[in-house]
């Protein structure tokens, strides 16, 4: 038995890469584990947003839309069964530091080309350039 790492932000790319890796895994017998990354903004929290709490705990937050993610893409039976981490960090790195040792790394497709994606960036692009292990990019 094996992991599968599959990259989830909530966006509707991520969760069909989700429904993607959770099916490899259910023919496979390997593990899921759901990745979200989060980075603190160039600038304070504080200056950005007047009033915010002591508390405020940018990870649990995280954690929490994660777990939120899956149980509304899985239901709550299905995503009690996926392992979830949440990390600090870029979300290209993450997934890759997260991949080793991995069997296979799920991420979606946003579906930028051209310009746009050379001035934006892209996880897959990077992922499929430098992880350990292979890579599926889940396409709309």
Known sequence: MGRIVVGVDGSASSIKALHWAVRQGELTGDTVEAVNSWEYPATS???MMPGLPEDFDPQALAQVSL???LEEALGAETAATITKIVVIGNPAQSLIDRAQGASLLVVGAR???GIKA????????HVTQNSPCPVTVVRD
């Open 118 to 125: 050379t001035l934006l960036g892209s996880v897959s692009l």
């Open 67 to 69: 777990t939120e993610a």
């Open 45 to 47: 929290w504080a200056s």
């Open 111 to 113: 579906g930028y080309s």
